[in-house]
């Protein structure tokens, strides 16, 4: 009774969710909404709607999402990996993953693999926009002491911090030169150099640059030797980041047993089911089809605790 009425909620749901994505192409944005929100320029939408995402064109995913308090940080996430979507279209597309997952594992092997592979499929762009998320803050954190030696030079050398800000962006390659000329795009429309690098430091969600922009945000308030505080923050952040360095080296034994714990069990089982079908055949029969669940389930468990036990905060 369970699998037909689970089996009639989720095709209900995929119904909906076409419906839905046709009316979403149908629509039409404003295109000075969409100019301004390439340049980084908020357009009055709520908080939680990051990167020029439009409220009316989602109106049934963009309550659902609010509804469940997901809104906030999905749109920080999404807006400090740098994807190109809105947090509705984000959360449509875990949806469907998690939809196609269901529908095909009820269809091979009843309700309880339909939940599992719906589950696992769903956290697969949660995951990804995690690892691209923590890549991306990664490599702007290791241009941060590039960005204020050239920030020193400029300054120094008479420019302003508006020309200074135009120097990195012809200067440094990405992520940072992609920022930094989106600060320089929203000053040029007339936002203030404070608001512009806060927007900034809140897209890449890095400490380090936190610590900048607070430092330049001091200075337009009471002055100061912006000069030589750049110079002091720069050597920190040197400091941390070859100290980063040096404990990713110290625990790469560790992060490496994670990696083959975690995919020698998978791969076992794909050699010996093209070495010897019938050996394994019985262990995906519906009645024992639980126990490689469980199994990859525990492995995905075990490999986040063993990523989490490496991951040591400086």
Do not use: C
């Not at 592979?117 to 991306?136: D, E, H, T």
Request: charged fraction near 20%.
């Amino acid at each position: 009774m369970v699998g037909p009425l689970l089996f009639g909620v989720l095709l209900a749901l995929g119904v909906l969710l076409a419906f839905v994505a046709t009316w979403r192409m149908l629509d039409a944005r404003d295109p000075i909404e969409a100019r301004l929100a390439s340049f980084g320029i908020a357009t009055g939408a709520a908080p939680t709607e990051a990167k020029g995402t439009r409220r009316r064109a989602w109106p049934l995913m963009t309550r659902i999402v609010q509804g469940l308090g997901l809104g906030p940080g999905l749109a920080a996430a999404l807006s400090q990996a740098d994807l190109p979507l809105t947090v509705p279209e984000f959360a449509l597309i875990v949806l469907l993953a998690g939809f196609l997952g269901s529908v095909l594992g009820m269809l091979r092997g009843g309700a309880l693999l339909g939940l599992g592979l719906g589950f696992m499929l769903a956290v697969i762009p949660i995951v990804y926009l995690r690892s691209r998320q923590a890549k991306r803050k990664r490599q702007f954190t290791e241009q941060i002491p590039d960005v204020l030696t050239m920030l020193v030079g400029s300054l120094r050398a008479g420019h302003g911090m508006s020309q200074a800000l135009g120097v990195l962006v012809d200067q440094l390659p990405p992520p940072a030169s992609v920022e930094f000329r989106r600060v320089t795009r929203a000053i040029s429309l007339g936002v203030p150099t404070q608001r512009a690098l806060n927007d900034m430091a809140d897209r890449v969600g890095s400490d380090d640059l936190d610590l900048v922009v607070t430092a330049i945000n001091v200075q337009f308030e009471l002055g100061g030797n912006l000069t030589q505080t750049l110079e002091t923050i720069g050597e920190t952040v040197r400091d941390r980041i070859r100290m980063k360095r040096q404990i990713r080296v110290l625990t790469s034994q560790q992060r490496l047993t994670g990696y083959i714990l975690a995919l020698l069990p998978v791969g076992l089982a794909v050699v010996l089911n093209l070495l010897n079908p019938e050996y394994m055949r019985p262990l995906f029969e519906r009645r024992l089809l639980w126990f490689p669940m469980l199994g990859l389930l525990m492995e995905i468990a075990g490999f986040l605790v063993i990523r989490r036990i490496v991951d040591i905060e400086v």
